[in-house]
């Protein structure tokens, strides 16, 4: 059994962030908020379209991102806001995009046996099916991973591509769309690139294709996938029947939102009650948890690939960072938290509270989170006995980031507030192997 990491992330948009002069003020923010990752979308520079998805050059940097009125180099640039996040105690990831480029990239030309090629001999372009609407992203170009004659030299040139970014500083990647690219691409370059880089690790991008395919992507050796439970509704068995399919495989990362999604503030309508609930679960339901720049002051305003801009950063009168702070100090200082444990729903007498059972399997540690899926009113909890619900007989102690409580009575009985939730640890007594 693989030592559980702590991954607490803070996703860093570069069109919002600005230069790369002009990070550490986020940088700081996020360590001070106990975040001990940082992941940022690609940074390097885009094709036509001005999307950071669409790589025309992957040795060549953003020039939005790029400070003319300094004298570093942009590769200085980037190092210099790389070695600020690791005196702050942060480790950073990029997105490793290898499924396709920019449609007016020079590598088409250079060797077109890389991409696939339509009947009419253009360029393929990569698609999705939304809602059962076909999406084509036309500034994009496929790359053949699967059927090129040149196998060999389109690996070489990607793991030319990672080990660049390994240089930088750069000590992880979001392996954007992994599901469309094979699985013998993605061991071979895990494999050879740990070989070197034993530290380096891989976050699979697998959201939106079904748990077995989840699982034969994982299986690559990647370190960790992304999960979706920012899209559960607190109640539906999917989420859980999808943990459990994919939880020894490869941990995963919960977020309450991501780049791609609208921002939670706007879903909830402004309640705060709301975004601190999702954000809890989300940390603590699964091994690492993910947030983007902006939720912790409630910004509205979805992100976005090519417009965002730093003028984009809202002024909202919310400010989290404190809960946030706490938190994460509570992955972070039990391992409970930090693994994909077995984890169960349990069932109660009001449904509209949810309790989730996790017990470590690296440690004696065993959790209990009782929280309130109603962001709008008070629910009651009720329990002769809060030990019916653990296996533990050693005293529950409540951890909880708001108001927790310096005894556990029997019975327990609580008025949770709207969205609140409970965070109760214990520690089962050691058996005799131990």
Not at 102 to 131: T, Y
Not at 141 to 170: M, P, S
Not at 180 to 204: C, G, H, M
């Amino acid at each position: 059994m693989r030592k559980p990491e702590k991954m607490i992330v803070y996703n860093l948009f570069p069109l919002l962030s600005g230069r790369f002069t002009e990070w550490e003020s986020h940088l700081v923010r996020a360590s001070e908020m106990g975040f001990n990752w940082v992941f940022v979308n690609p940074v390097h520079l885009p094709g036509s379209s001005g999307s950071l998805y669409s790589i025309k050059n992957y040795f060549s940097f953003n020039p939005l991102l790029i400070d003319s009125r300094t004298k570093k180099s942009p590769r200085q640039q980037v190092e210099g806001a790389i070695e600020t996040a690791g005196k702050l105690g942060l480790r950073m990831m990029i997105d490793l995009v290898v499924n396709h480029c920019a449609v007016d990239s020079d590598l088409i030309q250079e060797h077109p046996d890389w991409f696939q090629w339509e009947r009419n001999g253009k360029v393929a372009h990569p698609f999705c099916d939304e809602n059962g609407k076909k999406v084509v992203w036309r500034d994009l170009a496929r790359f053949d991973h699967r059927y090129t004659r040149d196998k060999e030299g389109l690996f070489q040139f990607f793991f030319k591509v990672v080990t660049f970014l390994i240089k930088l500083g750069f000590k992880g990647f979001r392996c954007d769309a992994a599901y469309q690219v094979p699985k013998n691409f993605w061991q071979r370059l895990i494999s050879e690139t740990k070989a070197i880089y034993p530290d380096v690790l891989f976050f699979a991008e697998t959201l939106g294709c079904p748990a077995d395919q989840t699982r034969k992507t994982a299986s690559a050796g990647f370190d960790y996938i992304f999960n979706s439970s920012k899209w559960w509704d607190l109640n539906s068995p999917w989420l859980m029947e999808q943990y459990h399919l994919t939880r020894e495989i490869a941990p995963s990362i919960s977020f309450p939102e991501s780049h791609d999604t609208v921002r939670l503030c706007e879903e909830l309508h402004g309640n705060i009650n709301g975004l601190k609930q999702r954000y809890l679960f989300s940390s603590l339901y699964s091994a690492g948890g993910m947030m983007p720049i902006g939720f912790e002051f409630g910004f509205r305003k979805k992100l976005h690939v090519v417009k965002t801009r730093p003028e984009d950063w809202e002024e909202t009168g919310i400010d989290l960072t404190s809960f946030i702070e706490k938190v994460n100090r509570i992955k972070e200082q039990y391992v409970i938290f930090q693994e994909d444990a077995p984890t169960e729903m349990l069932p109660h007498n009001n449904a509209n509270v949810l309790i989730m059972w996790k017990a470590s399997t690296t440690t004696h540690e065993e959790a209990l989170l009782i929280l309130n899926k109603d962001i709008h009113n008070r629910q009651h909890f009720y329990a002769d006995s809060l030990y019916e619900f653990v296996q533990a007989r050693a005293p529950l102690n409540d951890v909880s980031p708001e108001d927790p409580i310096d005894y556990i009575p029997e019975p327990f009985s609580y008025e949770l507030q709207p969205g609140e939730g409970i965070v109760l640890v214990t520690t089962r007594e050691p058996g005799l192997e131990d």
